[in-house]
């Protein structure tokens, strides 16, 4: 999380702190720490990931649940943000003691979610298994099985069709509608993508689908580049589950990842992590486009010098918001018992990110700001007229 985004101290509408014992593979009980927070329910549930990461607290969580709740605004589905998550080292855990974590800390405040009140997603260091083990947990306690209650899961499960690649494909979707704005074709344009994990990956795959020609690509421990163009096909093939394998490819140059985000190209999709383009390096982007694939990947500083120098950037709360319209999809297929094929799923999702996108756009040029400062001010407005509308109890 951004330190930006702490710093705002945004007012969370319920939060919950639980500590709760496990016991460990050998016999020790170690106590946890974990949250949820509500941020706001003007709008229906909540809505929002599960962290296990060692470095969770209640100022990260409730900013991030914040985030959300801007997040779901803006794509105009019907949630309201939530976080939640445990500190721990989920490296330092069997699979049996991850499991047990997962059903002590859902069991801790299952008296808060629910499928009508707030329903769970996979966050950083949490994954189907996990929202499997969470659906189990919750239903045990009602006596029957509530797949509603949380979204990821895998697809035998209530899971949706398509929710793998929605945050790559809403990126893409987005960029396509960008590119037709700015009149530069798709098409033959020149992408760059920093990150390989599941965003950055699909991102990279889609793209190629469009024409595009994807000519940097990196992860954590380095990039490579082609100006020729990078085959993503064969390189997810062999190299996406192996962090670091894509620098083995011998068809190109390696490049660092703080080379790979000014390299020479139309098209930028920071789609790893926080805080990547700031003052020190946003004037040497030569992209005329760039795409938020992760969250936070620009500071404030590296958002006014783009904005001045006339780059387009189309902001996370709107490119990365193909995953939670997804979670929102499993939401409604799981309460209606009735599921989709890939085809509608991807359909419908493209649908709604055109149309986010269309008014953003429309409002970006109605207040002549940018795209970020557009989406929030549809996102808060919305939020601000529920409110409103709904008035105050009693
Ligand atoms: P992931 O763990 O699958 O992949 C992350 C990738 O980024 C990996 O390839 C990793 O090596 C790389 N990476 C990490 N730190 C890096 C660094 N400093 N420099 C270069 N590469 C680095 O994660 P993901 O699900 O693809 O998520 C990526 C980003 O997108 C995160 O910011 C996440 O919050 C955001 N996001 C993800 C989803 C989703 O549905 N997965 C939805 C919305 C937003």
Known sequence: MPSWVLKTGPVRQRQMIVNFPVVLDNGR???????RVQHNVSRGPTKGGIR???????NETTALAMWMTWKCAIVNIPYGGAKGGVRVDIKKLSKREL????????????????????????????NAQVMAWIMDTYSVGKGSTVTGVVTGKPVPLGGSEGRVEATGRGVI????????????????????????????????????ERGAKVVGISDRVGGIYNANGLPIHDLI??????????????????????????????????????????????????AKLIVEGANGPTTPQA?????????????????????????????????????????????????IIKNSFANVLGTMQQHKTT?????????????????VTRGIYP
């Open 371 to 387: 795209m970020r400062t557009a989406a929030y001010i549809i996102g808060v407005k919305r939020v601000a007229d529920a409110t």
């Open 99 to 126: 499991e047990k974590l997962t059903r002590r800390f859902i069991s801790e405040i299952s008296m808060i979610i629910g499928p009508d009140v707030d329903i769970p997603a996979p966050d950083m260091g949490t």
């Open 237 to 286: 093939q062999q190299y996406a589950s192996v962090e670091g394998g894509i620098t083995d490819f011998k068809d190109a140059d390696q490049v660092n990842n703080e080379e790979l985000l000014t390299l020479d190209c139309d098209i930028l999709i920071p789609a790893a992590t926080t805080e990547q383009l700031h003052g020190g390096n946003a004037n040497d982007v030569k």
């Open 29 to 35: 009980v170690e106590v946890f720490e974990g949250f």
């Open 52 to 58: 296990f990461h060692p470095e969770v607290d209640l």
């Open 173 to 208: 979707t987005a960029t396509a509608e960008a590119c037709q704005v700015m009149e530069m074709p798709l098409e033959g344009a020149r992408v760059v993508v920093q990150g390989f994990g599941n965003v950055g990956s699909i991102a990279a795959k889609l793209a190629v």
């Open 303 to 351: 958002d006014e010098i783009l904005a001045d120098r006339g780059v387009f950037v189309i902001p996370d709360v709107l490119a990365n918001a193909g995953g939670v319209v997804v979670s929102y999809f499993e939401w409604v297929q799981d309460l209606q018992a009735f599921f989709w094929e890939e085809n509608e799923v991807n359909t419908k999702l493209e649908k």
